[in-house]
């Protein structure tokens, strides 16, 4: 796979929730669970299931930080 994206976590699908038209899909990527949320149809023709090896890639301009 050859993607621009920097940020690629490999990890496991842990679980995968649909609603009516997202579904949250959660990763486990060395202890941290990632969750993408993607269209019901993205998750049918990648056939996601949980135990599934997936990776999280994140494409973004800006990363923010907060603190309390």
Excluded: Y
Aim: no cysteine; hydrophobic share 50%.
């Amino acid at each position: 796979m050859k993607i621009s994206a920097r940020n690629v976590l490999a990890g496991k699908i842990v679980d995968v929730k649909k609603g009516a038209t997202t579904a949250h899909v959660r990763i486990d990527v060395g202890g941290t669970i990632v969750t993408a949320s993607i269209t019901n149809e993205a998750v049918d023709e990648l056939a996601l299931k949980p135990g599934m090896a997936a990776s999280a890639v994140i494409k973004s301009s800006d990363v923010m930080v907060a603190v309390e």
